[in-house]
């Protein structure tokens, strides 16, 4: 009897962001999931050439040596190509990645992790958490500062202090461990731990088949709000005999989702060899797939990767994207709906006044080159109105400061009045001080070993 890799994927945008930042892959020797920053016009980059470039080790290493080998190197080609990029667009300078990756080598998990993306392994009724988060929190938790339950609720929870950026060099943790017969291997972005906790991931995974799981994980992350991107791929061993394992499937295309599947991303990332897969290629001659109803889109997929003809692939796909399209647009017209409602019935006033009371500081220009800024009211677009007004711009260059804090910024950080507002801004001036030395820390543009 032999061990086999069977896996599904599926990325959603969420509830609050209005572009997916996030990238997955999935195959039958391969899971990745990368979660960008930076903001949206730089991050869904990042991540996607983080997995395009992991990618390319498909099928590749013949020995769990091998695999540890290249999933290290691989970290640093990324940190390369994302430099490559942003030196053909230097707005793009902030722009970075987390990842999370498994290379499935003879019935082995070889994980190279790198941020806050996850991995977990739901052996029998146990579910371990097999990477470690790169993040202030966690070296606060590590430190015995906070309990993980005080860690779930702080407000920087999402500080990063390991990311590939392409400016400063980066360590990967990367280890083997031992698969079994009927374990189940998770991988996910915070966008699903940030509202699902542990204990209810077990219980979905040990209630669901592969492609349920994915499903189930993906909706109750959207049922809690959803803040951020929403990106889950699942593997499982399964036990073939091993003189019947058909070829057709270790040939299956793999399942690419979120930003890297997108073809508008894609075409921006010329340089970028993307994976072949279910996914409209720029490269090639055919001409995309209209439905009948609008453009044609690439929104996430959910497909399970076991054996699966190519043609079907594709229909199941099409037939998700319209069923997300539909989705999109039920949403869209109740948002216009309630706003409608809400100003016939003379509550613009009110609205408004609400909206004065919002608070958030964030990036005037772009994530390379703008400023710090204060804003009232929120940072979305609905409709084609702006819900934001800029009160006040610091003339604090966002380069200045400690990258991690850059991508904070890029995301937005909440303030619970304008006062609160300006003293964030005065927390980022004295950081972006710090790195005003001779020698700066680590984290600090040009510094070394960030």
Known sequence: MALELRSAAR?????????????????????????????????????????????????????????????????????????????????????????????????????CHVGDCRAYLLRGDSLTQLTHDHTY?????????????????????????????????????????????????LLCSDGLTGVVPAEEISAIMAGSDLVGSVTRLVDTALSRGAPDNVTVVIGDVVEIVESTIPDAYLRALPVVVGAAGEPRVRLRLPNVRFPDDGQVDPNRPDPPVNLGDGPPTAEQPLIDSEIITPAARRNERRAKDLQDQRRRRLATALIAGFLLVALLVGSILGARAWLSQQWYVAINGSPGTGTIAVYSGLPEVILGVDLSTLQADSGLPVGS????????????????????????????????????????????PGSIGG
């Open 401 to 444: 400061l400690p990258l991690l804090l850059q991508e904070e910024v890029s995301k937005t950080m909440r303030a619970s009045s304008e006062a609160d507002a300006q003293r964030i801004v005065g927390e980022l001036r004295t950081a972006a001080a710090g790195c005003q030395t001779p020698t700066p820390p680590a984290g600090c």
């Open 11 to 111: 990325s959603d945008v969420g509830v609050v962001r209005i572009g997916n930042e996030d990238s997955g892959y999935a195959s039958a020797r391969l899971l990745i999931v990368a979660d960008g920053m930076g903001g949206h016009a730089a991050g869904e980059l990042a991540s996607a050439t983080a997995v395009a470039t992991i990618a390319t080790l498909e099928g590749l290493p013949t020995s769990v040596a091998e695999a540890f080998n290249a999933l290290t190197d691989s970290v640093d080609d990324i940190g390369d190509s994302i430099a490559n990029v942003i030196q053909d667009d230097p707005e793009l300078t902030g722009m970075g990645t987390t990842l999370t990756a498994v290379y499935w080598m003879q019935e082995q998990f070889v994980i």
């Open 137 to 185: 929190v966690q070296t606060l938790v590590d430190a015995g500062r906070l309990s993980e339950q005080e860690a779930g609720a702080h407000p920087r929870r999402s500080l990063l202090m390991r990311a590939i950026d392409g400016i400063n060099p980066v360590e990967a943790d990367v280890m083997v461990h031992p698969a079994m017969a009927q374990d189940r291997l």
